[in-house]
C-alpha cells in the first residue's frame, strides 16, 4: 500500500512539473536581463500619469508571453512591447 501511494504521489508530482514547464518556460539568465531592459525601456515610453504598477504588471506579462512564443533579442521585443502599449494604456483610461 505505501508503494501504491508511493508511486501516485510521484506520478502526480512529475505531472505537475510537465505543467508547470509547458504553463511557464524557463528562461536563460541572460533573456532575463534583456526582458528587464525591454520592460524599463517600454516603461519610459508610457505617459507619466499612466504609468502605474498595473500597466507595468500587463507589459511585463506581455512581454514574458512575447519570449515564450520565441521572441528572445531586445529588438523584437521591444518592438512588439511598444507596438502592444496603446492597447495596454487604453485598458486604463
Same mark, same amino acid.
Given at each position: ?38 520592460? +524599463? #525601456? ?5 505617459? !507619466?500619469?499612466?504609468? &502605474?504598477? %498595473? ?9 514574458l508571453k512575447a519570449a ?6 531586445? +529588438? #523584437? ?5 511598444? !507596438?502592444?502599449?496603446? &492597447?495596454? %494604456?487604453?485598458?486604463?483610461?
Open positions: 500500500m505505501g508503494r501504491e501511494k508511493s508511486g501516485a504521489i510521484e506520478s502526480v508530482g512529475e505531472t505537475q512539473v510537465a505543467i508547470r514547464r509547458v504553463i511557464m518556460p524557463a528562461f536563460s539568465p541572460a533573456l532575463i536581463i534583456v526582458m528587464r531592459s525591454v520592460l +524599463e #525601456d517600454a516603461m519610459a515610453r508610457v505617459p !507619466a500619469e499612466q504609468a &502605474t504598477t %498595473v500597466t507595468k504588471a500587463y507589459l511585463a506579462e506581455f512581454i515564450a512564443g520565441g521572441l528572445t533579442s531586445y +529588438e #523584437d521585443l521591444i518592438t512588439a512591447a511598444v !507596438a502592444q502599449l496603446p &492597447t495596454i %494604456v487604453s485598458t486604463f483610461i
